[in-house]
Nanobody, 124 residues
Framework: QVQLVESGGGLVQAGGSLRLSCAASGRTFSGYVMGWFRQAPGQEREFVAA????????YSADSVKGRFTISRDNAKTTVYLQMNSLNPEDTALYYC?????????????????WGQGTQVTVSS
């Protein structure tokens, strides 16, 4: 059974940084894409960043390019999202997700497994 457990969320002031972690277990993830999504109250879940497990190729939404970096640690089977220069518009519940193949890396519906989410709140 695949499990994704997020951690690292919290309250931070505008301009600050946070690093989210997603501990993945239950299978090997070569051939998978791991993604981060976020959802603010009343809004749809939106793509933030993704990484192909085997090649470590990354993808990012335009809204976070230059500020957020996704990475993975093979030995720990953990995916990270380093978030810098945070602003109040980044406030949301952040989810980790896993997709076999990865043809739809920026679409929530393309993912097979989801974590429970970790809250990020950025104060102005």
């Amino acid at each position: 059974q695949v499990q994704l457990v997020e951690s690292g969320g919290g309250l931070v002031q505008a301009g600050g940084s946070l690093r989210l972690s997603c501990a993945a277990s239950g299978r090997t993830f070569s051939g998978y894409v791991m993604g981060w999504f976020r959802q603010a109250p009343g809004q749809e879940r939106e793509f933030v960043a993704a990484i192909r497990w085997s090649s470590a190729r990354t993808y990012s939404a335009d809204s976070v390019k230059g500020r957020f970096t996704i990475s993975r640690d093979n030995a720990k089977t953990t995916v990270y999202l380093q978030m810098n220069s945070l602003n109040p518009e980044d406030t949301a519940l952040y989810y980790c997700a896993a997709q076999r193949g990865g043809s739809s890396y920026n679409t929530p519906g393309g993912y097979d497994y989801w974590g429970q989410g970790t809250q990020v709140t950025v104060s102005s």
